[in-house]
């Protein structure tokens, strides 16, 4: 570029200088503005008041889970490892400071008067009487140690090659790469075990509502078998049977109940909270969280049939599951261990700059100042085989993790299979229990209809209110199940564990 091109382009710049200052203030203010417009629209993505209670029950586990944030504390300390192996390749300033006080030690006698005085009076006696140019000199002791003694200087190493540090940093940082991912299972772990309590939670307290009903209906047969004894219409066996039926009902909803406290103190645990804490009320209906929990997924799996859907969710296990990236990272840390213990056979080289003061007393005169530039070289010749056998161990420590890997990858592999085959057998199931729902309530409403009328007797009543009561229950627990193994299905492909936020139906 000319001189004159350069000055074509500073001018232009000067002039636009201020036009560019306006600019810059606008998409500033626009990018404050913005956000808080739309936030006025209507709620943002992260609003909890929008999303289902297993979602907000997710939330809360993440935020309280004392394991996850042991978990934390881990990837913290990993992190503060990467920030001192990355002060390896800064330079070191050391401020040393010695006063010394001595006294007696070796000695050395030094016969300066023996030499010089036979001289001195030789002299003496060339020059005129009485001047004495020339004095007596008396031998000196000189001492190895000095009575006072101080050294106060400044250190300054940088090192220049030093592979050992390169190698240390990429070590410190894949070992942190794998505290991440390790802190990412423990998430997903905690979501899928949060999904799977709080499905267990609604089953059962859907199975004590189911119950209820059913109690309701049982007594209100016992009290009509009742007034036709007493009516003479029907025989003291109808009262037993009906009373007989009323007194299961109230059994199994006992052990229902038993069972929901049980859900209920279990999901509390998950979520570090005391065992009799409340939990909330659903904000959607099972059909519409089966809806939404089936429709988040890919839409390639969605219809769960064939190999395809199948393959498409093992590529992406093997792609996204943390435990291979955990076992990656942790793989690429001991061959990184490798290198570094390699490095013990190389020299490392450092530059060192000391400055600062000698002498008996502190001062700065030119006597005591002083300055020093060092290039160290430093490099073990021998160290009894233990670099070597660090070599070795790093080795066998990268092999190890190299199998397990894929051994793990074998296992997600099953798991996404098992847990694929277990949403399509629970998909199937639930059209069969919906399916099985639909002739009850058909049945029952008939079986009653004739009862009422006295054209059906009061065994054929009750299996019918049996069945209806099964096929309630039985749809209850199917869709439960769903919901669990899709959570496992996914947990076990590593897709997210919440589908994204969306409003509630």
């Known amino acids: 570029m000319t001189c004159q091109q350069l000055d074509s382009a500073s001018s232009f710049f000067l002039t636009a200088a201020p036009t560019l200052r306006r600019v810059t203030a606008l998409v500033t203010w626009l990018a404050f503005l913005l956000p808080a417009a739309y936030g006025q629209v209507g709620p943002t993505p992260t609003d909890t008041t929008r999303l289902p209670v297993v979602e ?67 002299l003496n006696t060339l020059t005129p009487p009485g001047t004495d140019d020339f004095p007596t000199i008396e031998n000196r002791e000189i001492a190895f140690l000095r009575d006072r003694e ?72 016992l009290r009509a078998s009742r007034r036709l004894v007493d009516a003479g219409k029907a025989t003291p066996d109808a009262t037993f049977r009906a009373e007989a039926e009323v007194l299961a009902v109230e059994q199994r909803r006992t052990e229902a109940e038993a069972g929901r406290r049980r859900a209920r103190s279990a999901l509390n645990l998950i979520l570090d909270r005391p065992l009799d804490s409340p939990i909330p009320s659903p904000r959607m209906s099972t059909t519409s969280l089966v809806d939404r929990q089936t429709r988040s997924l890919p839409a390639s799996v969605r219809p769960f049939v064939g190999r395809t859907g199948l393959d498409l969710l093992q590529d992406r296990a093997q792609a996204d599951r943390p435990e291979l990236r955990q076992l990656s990272a942790a793989f690429d840390a001991t061959e990184d261990q490798r290198r570094l213990a390699q490095t013990a056979y190389l020299p490392t080289v450092s530059l060192v700059l000391e400055g600062g003061i000698q002498g008996t007393t502190y001062g700065l005169d030119d006597e005591q100042r002083f300055g020093l530039a060092s290039l160290v070289l430093q490099w073990n010749l021998f160290d009894g085989f233990r670099d070597r056998a660090r070599v070795e161990q790093a080795d066998l420590s990268a092999r190890q993790i190299d199998v397990r890997r894929d051994a793990v990858s074998q296992q997600i592999d099953l798991q996404v299979q098992q847990a694929f085959d277990d949403v399509r057998v629970a998909l199937r199931s639930l059209q069969t229990a919906e399916a099985r729902l639909r002739a009850a309530e058909s049945s029952f409403r008939l079986t009653k209809r004739r009862y009422d009328v006295g054209r059906a007797s009061l065994v054929t009543f009750t299996d019918a209110l049996s069945t209806l009561t099964e096929a309630e229950l039985n749809l209850a627990v199917t869709r439960y199940t769903l919901l669990a193994r899709l959570a496992e299905l996914r947990y076990a492909a590593g897709l997210p564990m919440t589908p994204p936020n969306a409003p509630t139906r």
């Open 56 to 122: 907000i029950l997710v939330r809360e586990a993440l935020s309280r889970n004392l394991d996850l944030k042991q978990q934390n504390l881990a990837l913290d300390r990993a992190m503060a490892t990467v920030d001192e192996a990355r002060g390896g390749f800064l330079p070191r300033l050391d401020a040393q400071a010695r006063y010394t006080r001595a006294g007696g030690g070796r000695t050395i006698d030094f016969p300066v008067g023996d030499l010089l005085n036979p001289v001195y009076e030789t």
């Open 150 to 221: 101080q050294d106060t200087r400044l250190r300054l190493e940088q090192p220049l090659f030093a592979p050992a540090a390169l190698y240390g940093y990429r070590a410190r940082k894949d070992e942190r790469r794998a505290e991440q991912a390790s802190t990412e299972v423990t998430r997903r772990t905690i979501a899928r075990d949060v999904q799977i309590a709080y499905f267990g939670f609604r089953q059962t307290s859907e199975q004590v509502k189911i119950l209820d009903a059913t109690y309701d209906r049982a007594r209100e047969n």
